[in-house]
């Protein structure tokens, strides 16, 4: 059992660090989106920021609700008060509505909507709200959400760089609990067997449903098939056509696909890096499973199976410590995108980060306690490129201490990631939103 990790809730509310961004949005933007994942806890949220402000509520998962939007859009959302619409990708044609009058009457917070798909992107979205309207991204619970910590890693790193030290008591047992866990709000305090039912059953209907709703395919179970895959390619590159011939489908198909999951939150992909922009969507992205309690269920590894030998913990594990990054990176300070490093001679960093001044911080994850000199072959190689813009090179890693590899290289314990606090006052690193 995990000794250090903090009991999973299965009542009460825990804090989102979304939730300061959709206040202070609702305060100077007209209509303000929380999009994510199904089940990552946007109504939560929603009706929480709404409250204190006697907004009305209303969700399209309701057929009846949804029967009145999609016959009178106009009169729908003609409140005078802050209408909260839950589920709107459901009825896209809303926005239609929501545009003119927000258009007519300018006011600040008027909407406040909660998407599960990336609605400004939808074929059946003839306009959008553009100078109207920002998007917050509310992924899973982040691990120091959930044990609430620092979150701090990402502004650590720019501002820090070299210099950063943490030490950790999470063991590697621990991590492997984490990751089969994953951040679902009802999936956190279920028993194993619970939460692998409940998340097998998720996924299913996120495809039966919304994968159906969103494009009407007809092959579900290469769907199914299709993800399942892709857990089993957790932090790997991929290969869409030689997943298609693997699963009786063209590259065209599974490239269509792939676009649906990571529409709904199912997965993202990471882009291989360059210093040309041009260049910067060629080649092979990385896959990582937005949860991963949902890979690791998918693949039928629980934390059991993952201790024992031979077990695909290093895909799984490079997969959960991206997708806590990408959580920091909706919320931290510093702007900064996130890549895969890779090269015609195979040299590789699991993942790079850049912020807008081009300063870069390059990472390794290894599922070992104990990292060896050969694990810092790709950072050393990235630093080279890079110059004076590299401001460290980490290898994250299971054991507990801070270690020096050379300039600008350290291996940091993974539970860095989330114990670590933000940069104090003064410290902030100036490559900020």
């Given amino acids: 059992m995990m000794s250090n990790m903090a009991p999973s809730p299965t009542r009460g509310f825990l804090p989102r660090r979304a939730a300061e961004r959709v206040e202070q949005a609702l305060q100077d933007t007209r209509v303000v989106l929380i999009n994510g994942a199904r089940q990552s806890g946007k109504s939560t949220l929603a009706r929480r920021i709404g409250r204190d402000t006697k907004a009305s509520w209303y969700t399209l ?203 709904l939150f199912l997965i993202k992909r990471v882009s291989p890096w360059t210093r040309r922009i041009s260049a910067r969507a060629t080649g092979q992205s990385k896959v990582a499973f937005v949860d991963s309690g949902v890979a690791a269920a998918m693949v039928g590894q629980g934390a059991a199976r993952l201790r024992k030998p031979g077990a695909p913990l290093g895909g799984l594990l490079e997969g959960f410590v991206a997708m806590e990054i990408a959580r920091q990176l909706s919320w931290s300070h510093v702007d900064a995108t996130m890549s895969h490093y890779h090269t015609k001679d195979q040299v590789e960093v699991d993942i790079v980060l850049e912020n807008r001044l081009g300063q870069v911080v390059g990472i390794e994850v290894k599922a070992s306690s104990t990292p060896t000199p050969e694990d810092y072959r790709g950072l050393r190689h990235l630093a080279d490129r890079v110059g004076e813009d590299f401001l460290a090179g980490y290898v994250l890693h299971t054991g507990a201490r801070t270690l020096s590899a050379g300039p600008r290289m350290r291996a940091v314990p993974i539970a860095a990631l989330w114990e670590i606090d933000p940069p104090g006052v003064g410290e902030s690193p100036d490559s900020g939103r």
Wanted: aromatic share 6%; hydrophobic share 40%; charged share 30%.
């Fill in 61 to 263: 998962d309701d057929a009846a609700t949804r029967h009145h939007a999609a016959n009178d859009p106009t009169g729908f959302v003609a409140l005078d008060e802050r209408m909260i619409i839950d589920e709107i990708q459901r009825e896209p044609d809303l926005l239609l509505a929501i545009k003119t009058l927000v258009d007519e009457n300018p006011t600040p917070g008027r909407f406040l909507l909660t998407g599960s798909a990336r609605i400004l992107g939808l074929r059946a979205v003839p306009d959008t709200l553009p100078g109207r309207i920002e998007t917050i991204e509310l992924w899973p619970f982040s691990q120091g959400e959930i044990d609430g910590r620092g979150d701090g890693f990402v502004d650590a790193a720019f501002c820090r760089g070299a210099e950063l030290r943490h030490e950790s008591a999470v063991s590697r047992d621990e991590y492997i609990e984490r990751i089969v866990r994953g951040g679902f709000p009802d999936a956190i305090g279920r028993s194993d067997r619970r939460r692998t039912d409940y998340l097998v059953e998720y996924l299913g209907n996120l495809v039966n449903r919304d994968v159906f709703q969103l494009s009407g395919i007809e092959r579900v179970p290469q769907m199914r098939a299709l993800v399942t895959t892709l857990a089993a390619r957790s932090g790997h590159t991929i290969a869409p056509a030689r997943i298609g011939a693997s699963l009786g489908l063209d590259h065209k198909t599974v490239a269509r696909y792939l676009g649906l999951l990571e529409e």
